[in-house]
């Protein structure tokens, strides 16, 4: 509610780009929703709710060691109420109090008149990227919003920067000398201005004794705890700690310098920060309805619990589910979230063995084939701008996607398929005439669902994704290999690029030795679009030279 209510005071400061009288007309309609009965208890309802729960959450942290985002957006929120205040004496109060216009012309007039615009352009920032941040952090690891998240930027971008044009472009129209001479602004007088400003300080205070009275029962309850010593004792698998009793496993991990990932800041959404307790679970308080729900959604056993929310009462033990090797707020190194998104995946696998008439292959023949196939696929990848996720000898995975449109994502990576076919079909035909090797090989692209993250050491992190539709690709590897279909495409994928499916034949995957996975079918793209046997003369692979033993 708040968020929607800083987007449209933005938008109608935007509008002044227009003209004054549009965002006059703009600000008309928005008074009309909050003043109502309605509005005004929607609005300040989650006003005071939103300062509230923030206060009480602040009480609640029993340590202030946090990634600096996070403490970024409580610092933006706890400051924000300090400038507002000031507006909405001014603006609300003023017009409920002494019926004073709610409108451009008076309080944009009024602020430019005082030297206040400065201050005015700067309360943009706070609340705007206070909310961005809120969002990002309640909604940033789903599907939806990782689809979206590059349009949201640009709107989280230019929304405050336009804002700020229009006010300016406003207060320099209401400042104009022509304008000043013909109208009058309606100012308070000096009794309404003595009361405006009493009412703004002792707003001021009661929110600043608010901060106060948290900040001092804090101290009082760690000092009540350390005379109490009610501490408890959490051994991970390299260290023990010990904390008052009351602290979440998550600020026992900070409070220590363990690293421990949260990527939604400590609200049970992410479940990246869930560990597993082996020992004290009789001294672990039962999942809360929030804990509880998002445990369910990935069918968690009943020894893992979110660190975010498990409060143990006494001494446990517990190992972390997704440890990771620093703290993502101590300079580790820019890692990708990890994000489950629907991708196009371009496959490649290869099998070299000696031809019929052939007595059979050395190593450093195989070796060779398998370095020149490695070579045309790192090529053809990189120039369609596709993430490598595997990449072996004999096999290779490329992501298509994940910052942009599936579709031409597809269509990216089934022309780069069909450009690896006919090079690899080219090097075969080498491989067989100059080392007398058959290299059976087969590229695809695959479309569907994976969950995609970074693994590795520091300094050797890769992507890697894994899902369904990766499933998915090692069955359909192992079909064109087994028909020698050296170009296919699943059907997910054609409907994606919009191939005609009447001119294939298709064929069903097995369904595996364990008789599961979701159904795929298969075509073989270059039955209908015969490879050729040459390529590009700028691109043709160099003869084969068959390497000393």
Known sequence: MLFTYVTLHLICHALGLVSLETAEAALRVTVLVWHSLP??????????????????????????????????????????????????????????????????????????????????????????????????????????????RFPLFGAALLLPVLAALGFVTMGRE???????????????????????????????????????????????????????KAVVRIRYPDRNVVVPRGWTVLEASRSHGIAHQSMCGGRARCTTCRVRVLDGEAYCPPPQADEARTLARIDAPRSERLACQLRPTGDIAIELVLAVPTSRWRAEPVR??????????????????????????????TIFALDRFD???????????GVVCQRSGDRALALYGLGGDLAEAAERAHATARRIAERAAALESRLEHDLRVDAVFAVGVHVGSVVVGTLGPRGARRVSAIGPAVDAVDRLQHEALGHRARWIVSGAAARAIGLDETALHWRAVDPGPDGEGPPVTWAAVSDASPLSASVDSERSPEPIAKPEA
Do not use: K
């Not at 070579?375 to 701008?385: P, Q, R």
């Open 39 to 148: 509005g005004t208890v929607l609005l300040y309802g989650a006003a005071a709710v939103h300062v509230g729960l923030a206060l009480f959450a602040l009480y609640e942290r029993r340590t202030l060691r946090m990634p600096p985002v996070q403490a970024l957006r409580i610092a933006l929120g706890l400051l924000m109420p300090l400038a507002l205040i000031g507006h909405f004496v001014g603006t609300r109060y003023a017009h409920d109090r002494f019926g004073l216009p709610a409108e451009y012309a008076r309080v944009a007039a009024n602020i430019w008149a005082a030297g206040g615009q400065s201050l005015a352009l700067g309360l943009l920032a706070p609340g705007w990227v206070h909310g961005c941040l809120g969002l990002r952090f309640a909604f940033g690891n789903r599907r939806g919003w990782q689809q979206l």
């Open 336 to 365: 990708r979230p990890t994000t489950e998104r629907e991708v196009a995946l371009l496959f490649f696998a290869v099998r070299i063995h000696p031809i019929a008439s052939a007595c059979g292959v050395s190593a450093h023949d």
């Open 174 to 228: 209401l400042t104009a000398p022509e304008r000043a001479s013909t109208s009058a602004v309606a100012r308070p007088t000096e009794a309404q201005g003595r009361d405006l400003g009493a009412m703004r300080d002792n707003a001021l205070d009661a929110y600043l004794a608010a901060i106060a009275l948290v900040a001092a029962l804090r101290i009082v309850r760690s000092l009540d705890e350390r005379r109490r």
């Open 375 to 385: 070579t045309l696929l790192g090529e053809a990848i990189d120039a369609s701008h």
